[in-house]
């Protein structure tokens, strides 16, 4: 069962948390979808689409990060509250390859 909070993050309304990112893949990959999954990242006010490279976790305050190769910025980090899955509600991303 899938709780609150990553149904928001798989419907691109929510931060994308490693959870539900996690999740996405995995319902990609039983579903038999190869194609990589397109993220939208806000970084310095400027909204870019990207595919997530890697996932990191800090045990500090700021949590759970993605480095998510963009159109915009090339290779960089970004915090999960500023990563959302492009999931067909209006994202910029939608039908990029």
Same mark, same amino acid.
């Given at each position: 069962?899938?709780?609150? $909070?990553?149904? =928001?993050?798989? *419907?691109?309304?929510?931060? +994308?948390?490693?959870?539900? /990112?996690?999740?996405?893949?995995?319902?990609? /990959? +039983?579903?038999? $979808?190869? =194609?990589?999954?397109?993220v939208q990242i806000r970084k310095q006010g400027v909204t870019s689409c990207g595919c997530v490279a890697k996932m990191h976790e800090t045990?500090? #305050?700021?949590?759970?990060? /993605?480095?998510?190769? *963009?159109?915009?910025?090339?290779?960089?980090?970004?915090? #999960?509250?500023?990563?959302?899955? !492009? #999931?067909? +509600?209006?994202? *910029? !991303?939608?039908?990029?390859?």
């Open positions: 069962m899938i709780n609150g $909070q990553i149904q =928001d993050a798989l *419907t691109g309304e929510g931060p +994308l948390t490693h959870r539900a /990112y996690t999740s996405a893949v995995c319902q990609r /990959y +039983l579903a038999g $979808q190869a =194609d990589p999954l397109r045990f500090t #305050s700021s949590g759970e990060f /993605y480095q998510v190769e *963009t159109e915009v910025f090339g290779l960089v980090w970004v915090e #999960s509250r500023n990563v959302r899955l !492009c #999931s067909g +509600l209006g994202c *910029t !991303c939608e039908g990029a390859q």
